[in-house]
Nanobody, 112 residues
Framework: DVQLVESGGGSALAGGSVRLSCAASGFSFSSYYMSWARQAPGKGLEYVTAIDSGGGSYYPDSVKGRFSISRENAKSTVYLQMSSLKAEDTALYYC???????WGQGTQVTVS
């Protein structure tokens, strides 16, 4: 079965850093484009970043220069390093494989 399991969320101070991890299983992880998305309270889903199978990454302006995505194919894990956190980064963060249509359960990040 396909599984995406996020970890590493929690509380952080504005200006601080948090690193999220997503452990994948049940599919050929190294071949797939992986993404992070987030949903803030009362808001819709927002694309955060993505990384392709070759390691190329993509960021919207809202997180560019502050967030960094990486992957470790040997561990079937994708990471999201978040720095210079802002209160508006508070959200439930999801690991997503759009290609195969799977999401993780989400991990909460709260910035105060």
């Amino acid at each position: 079965d396909v599984q995406l399991v996020e970890s590493g969320g929690g509380s952080a101070l504005a200006g601080g850093s948090v690193r999220l991890s997503c452990a994948a299983s049940g599919f050929s992880f190294s071949s797939y484009y992986m993404s992070w998305a987030r949903q803030a309270p009362g808001k819709g889903l927002e694309y955060v970043t993505a990384i392709d199978s070759g390691g190329g990454s993509y960021y919207p302006d809202s997180v560019k220069g502050r967030f960094s995505i990486s992957r470790e194919n040997a561990k079937s894990t994708v990471y999201l390093q978040m720095s210079s956190l802002k209160a508006e980064d508070t959200a439930l963060y999801y690991c997503v494989s759009w290609t195969i249509g799977y999401w993780g359960q989400g991990t909460q990040v709260t910035v105060s």
